[in-house]
């Protein structure tokens, strides 16, 4: 698919406040609404938008502790077992593969550190894993809004 510089005008829009409308998104790369809304609807089918999302203050919820957990399995483990392991922590807000001794590093969200030691516990329950490292943050310095 091309994405000219209106699409990419039109995904700036929507990266900045995903709930403006058409006809704001319009007024922005001069064209109507109903162009607009052709323009996104064939970016969300060829894939290049994925979804639209809130982003959530997880402190303003009562989920104040954040950390990293490093986890390592016995044998060689695939990232879609790792996907099916992890999409089952409800903590989880995201899960790399890495390179290194561990396996994968989760990213959870807790409500305290007492609630991050029972998510470790799930984590060093699965089948396989053989441990676990866990950094937890103290301050967030910056995060730029990317998937």
Avoid: C
């Avoid at 483990?77 to 409800?90: N, Q």
């Amino acid at each position: 698919m091309d994405v000219d510089d209106i699409d990419r005008g039109i995904v700036v829009a929507l990266q900045r406040d995903a709930r403006a409308t058409f006809a704001e998104i319009g007024a922005e790369v001069n064209l109507s609404a109903p162009a607009v809304k052709r323009r996104v609807d064939r970016l969300l089918a060829s894939g290049a938008i994925r979804g639209f999302t809130a982003v959530v203050d997880p402190v303003a919820l009562g989920w104040s502790t954040e950390a990293y957990v490093e986890v390592s399995y016995s044998g060689v483990v695939s990232p879609r077992r790792l996907t099916e392991d992890f999409s089952g922590v409800p903590e989880a807000v995201s899960a790399w593969t890495v390179s290194g001794v561990p396996d994968a590093v989760v990213q959870v969200q807790t409500r305290d550190v007492r609630h991050l030691e029972e998510v470790l516990q799930r984590i060093r329950g699965l089948p396989d894993v053989t441990g676990t490292q866990t950094e937890i943050v103290l301050s967030r310095l910056f995060r730029r809004t990317q998937d």
